[in-house]
Nanobody, 116 residues
Framework: QVQLVEFGGGLVQPGGSLKLSCSVSGRFSAIRTSGWYRQAPGKQRELVATMDSESRPNWEDSLRGRFTIWRDHNKNMVYLQMNRLEPEDTAVYYC??????????WGQGTQVTVSS
């Protein structure tokens, strides 16, 4: 069983930065894909970025360039660096993982609020 725990959300001013971290319990080698989704109030959950086992990213194109995703296999961690944040980035951010059996796992979510 895979468990995901997010860290690092909070309140930030427009133009600021935040780094989200996701701790992945279980065998990291069992993870096929991991990454981040987000859900803004009144909207559906949407892709931010995921990364496969060979570290190839899959992006929501509008976020590429402001956000960076990477995995640390030694620490069983997945990270999301968010720069030049905008009020439209306000959402609950969820860590996501899919194993080789195509089962999906979600973290509990962490709130990111971009406001002055």
């Amino acid at each position: 069983q895979v468990q995901l725990v997010e860290f690092g959300g909070g309140l930030v001013q427009p133009g600021g930065s935040l780094k989200l971290s996701c701790s992945v319990s279980g065998r990291f080698s069992a993870i096929r894909t991991s990454g981040w989704y987000r859900q803004a109030p009144g909207k559906q959950r949407e892709l931010v970025a995921t990364m496969d086992s060979e570290s190839r990213p899959n992006w929501e194109d509008s976020l590429r360039g402001r956000f960076t995703i990477w995995r640390d296999h030694n620490k069983n961690m997945v990270y999301l660096q968010m720069n030049r944040l905008e009020p439209e980035d306000t959402a609950v951010y969820y860590c996501y993982a899919q194993d080789w059996g195509m089962r999906e796992f979600w973290g509990q979510g962490t709130q990111v609020t971009v406001s002055s």
